[in-house]
């Protein structure tokens, strides 16, 4: 009997140690399980602590009992059961809920608030976490409730004296209890057994309660941490476990410092060291006397890793027994400090992103007012952010149509957008700058959703202005175009069209005429799509200038012969004056510039007027005395030493206000030029293009009435820095020597024109005037070729030919014949003899004896073979006939797969390429061209109309390679390319 007492008094104070450790934490503490009642789910109270008994019925009217049914708890509160009974069920579920509840006294119906924290009156606001209890196995068996007081301190304080008021009630109460049953036990003994079973149900009952507050506090998803005075660590609870990472058994015990960053340690020793000695009973962590609670200090937690995270927390103090214990409910509040600091983020990241986005943005209220507006949206319009804020969006449209009539914001695609919820786009429309200007716009009106309803609008529009601009030049461009395609394209078709009607014969005057006019307005046209190319290409960057050493009077003499016919034909005269000067350039860009300059000159001149071209070098940056008229001006934008270019005319002058938009394309002093002088108005902005491509500057100065003077500069500094002007180009390497010809011929004229001739090609020339001197030389110098005329005083070409075939030093040398008798009218004995390899006709073609040279030196007569590769079949005939006209073999290929064909069978000399194909491209029969070793090195001109750049060009170079532009290449400077390269071919054999 004594030990079952005393078992029982055991019990009992650890219950009651239990209890008041609970009954110690600031906080509504409660237990619910789960019951099923046929069929009908329901919820009872199985624990809960004073402060929640106490609330319950300050808010109810009476105080629940552990065993109490839910339903029957809350019968008069409907809405307060069904919003109960949700959180419960949720938890349940497995799902953890917080809410924010205030609890007051209802004068109606009590409905919750929400996350509202209402603090007013009587009235209380907590924050109430359900939470599931958790078996062993993971089962759920009930729900665990704690809810924090968050109302203002002062409220804290005057609830702790409530509290501690009917704990003082209620211990009295529990120990006259106790008194009156023990009396009882003593004077009914004849009862005692009854009593003892009653014990026995009794500590059951305490052990269950006991376990299921340990269970509250083992489950709860906040960590629940207990220390002593020395803040040595007692309780340590499973969600701290999982908050911290150390489990109960690493740090019972163990001072609370482990679980504290390092540089918090102090402060925190300090503040629950005051938390001791003041008079409160629970306090959040991190408040001061003089911070508010939004003001909280900030503490963190150190997680076994050393990792550190932001937390919540509060502490309480218990005092029993004469010890005192801390009790510490603190929450990770990581996520929500990086959902916080992401929000933040994310807000900047918009911020910038509106704030450097180019186009204007506004937003608008469902009413049309103005309630953003981005630093582009203000730069546009002119206005601060504080004049369009809350201004209607009317201050910016149009007040009125075109036509004058009002125009209502009621019939503005934004209003319509606002009202109907569709995005409206407007290409062109006016918006009104704060100076009172128009801003040409586009915009876009998109609406707001929130919640299915538009409660807005944005508006994005950008300046068009350069838009309206462009599409103004594109039109007249079009026009001018238009007008220079048309206009010779009608000259062509009538002419043309009037000779292939058979109505007038070709070869009268007026059929020459017409052809002629066909003639020249294909050059036109030529002219005009060359220009128009050569501009998009080099202010595109796609042209390389091919820059080599170049003299200024070689230059300025090209240019000035490429003219000369036009100012022959206007009877205006050339003056050129030069200077002896070397300079880095593209030397056949610089001549396009100065005759597009001359050109310009000789059109807009009187007739019997002069033309003057001059260049001269500058080396002072110093610009001459204003009553020197005779220097030149100097160009500020220019660092000396310059080349200075300058074309004067004595024509009709340009307009002040014409000087600089005449280098723009199509831009002409008189709209008319371009009928009366044969003009594109490219050809100045072709000029400035290229001399920007030099680093230099192109200006002209003009008087109305007495002309105009163009200059242009092209820095001396290039590849390698300046050139000296005076001195001769670099020393080369020795070109390869040519084969030695010996020339016999009695006429001198002969004589110069096949020297000269011979020497472009590269051979080495000696000439003699009788056949007595070819055989004295023939033995002395041993040439590779002796070329013959037969008809020569003395000693003709028979006995030349008989007296070298007779020495066996010149036995060898084999001899190609020059004359004006046909070879198949010669001596049939002289035929016979077979003492020359070749027969060349006077007078001389070119190809002919080139064609018989290569003969001669590599020991066969073949002709020479071209192949063709064209898909235009009119085109590849054109070529066919041009060079059969030179007694050279031609064939054709219309697609890649037939030009690789007849490359194996032929063997050509050379290839005609054209690189759009039907089967393909040309790059497709190079490449197959340079993997077979016996057309590897094939000579090759590319002549198409698609311009290549330098690395296309190095993926089509096979042996020598000449790159041909079709259009801006004319077909006779084709054929002559052509022939020079079939020319140079008997040289390198």
Known sequence: MQDREKSNDQLIAELATLRALVEGVPALIAAFERVDDAGKTDYRFTAFNQLYQQEFEHIFGFRPQVGLSLSQALASFPQSLSKMRAALDQAMAGDRLRTVEPLAPPATEYAPLGDARLVSGDRSSYEITYSPLREANGAITGVFLIGFNITPAQDLETAHQQTEAALRKSKGETELRVAERTAELISVNQKLQQELEERKRVEAALRVSQARFAGILEIADDAIISVNLEQQITLFNQGAERIFGYTAAEVLGKPLDILLPQSAIA??????????????????????????????????????????????????????????????????????????????????????????????????????RITFANPAALRLLGYTQEELIGSPVGLILPHTRPDGTPYPFSESPIYTSLRDGAVRQVNTEQFWRRNGSSLPVEYVSTPIWEEGEIVGAVIAFRDITERQQV?????????????????????????????????????????????????????????????????????????????????????????????????????????????????????????????????????????????????????????????????????????????????????????????????????????????????????????????????GQIWVESTLGVGSTFYFTIPLAGKGGSLATNAPLPATADSPKGPLVLVCDDDPSTLSVLQALLEQRGYQVVTVESGAKAVEVAIARQPDVILLDMMMPEMNGWDVMANLKARPETRNVPILVCSVIPEAEAQAEVRSQKNYVGWVDKPLNSISLFQSLRSALTGHSQKLRILIIEDDVDLAEVFCTLFQHHNIETYCAHTGREAIRLSQQLNPDLLVLDLSLPDGDGFVVVEWLRQHNRLSSLPLVVYSAQDVNEEERDRLRLGQTEFLTKGRVSTQEFEHRVLDILNGITKAE
């Open 267 to 368: 402060a925190h020793r300090s503040h629950v060291q005051n938390f001791g000695a003041s008079s409160g009973k629970a306090r959040r962590m991190g408040e001061h006397a003089l911070r508010t609670a939004d003001e909280r200090r900030p503490i963190f937690g150190r997680r076994k890793d050393g990792t550190e995270f932001p937390a919540e927390a509060s502490i309480s103090k218990l005092s029993q027994g004469g010890e005192t214990i801390f009790t510490v409910i603190l929450r990770d509040i990581s996520e929500q400090k990086e959902a916080e600091e992401t929000l933040q983020r994310l807000s900047h990241q918009n911020e910038l992103l509106l704030n450097a986005i180019g186009e204007g943005l506004c937003g608008l209220d469902r009413q049309g």
């Open 471 to 695: 599409e103004r030049m594109k039109d007249e461009f079009i026009s001018v175009v238009s007008h220079e395609l048309r206009t010779p394209l009608t000259s062509i078709h009538g002419s043309l069209g009037m000779l292939a009607s058979g109505l007038l014969d070709p070869t009268s005057e007026r059929g020459k005429r017409l052809l002629q006019i066909a003639v020249d307005s294909t050059d036109r046209l030529v002219r005009l799509i060359n220009d128009i190319l050569d501009i998009e290409r080099i202010e595109s960057g796609k042209v390389k200038m091919a820059k080599e050493i170049c003299e200024v009077e070689k230059l300025l003499t090209e240019a000035v012969d490429t003219v000369q016919a036009i100012a022959d034909k206007a009877g205006i005269t050339l003056k050129v004056s030069s200077c002896s000067a070397s300079f880095y350039a593209d030397a056949d860009r610089i001549i396009q510039t100065l005759t597009n300059l001359l050109s310009n000159a000789i059109k807009f001149s009187p007739r019997g007027e002069t033309v003057y071209l001059s260049a001269e070098r500058i080396d002072s940056p110093v610009p001459p005395l204003a009553s020197d008229a005779n220097q030149p001006p100097r160009c500020p934008l220019c660092q000396p030493p310059y080349l200075l270019f300058t074309v004067k005319d004595q024509g009709r002058g340009i307009p002040a206000d014409k000087l600089d938009t005449i280098f723009e394309r199509f831009q002409q002093v008189d709209a008319s030029d371009s009928r009366n002088n044969d003009g594109t108005g490219l050809g100045l902005a072709i000029c400035r293009s290229i001399v920007h491509q030099h680093n």
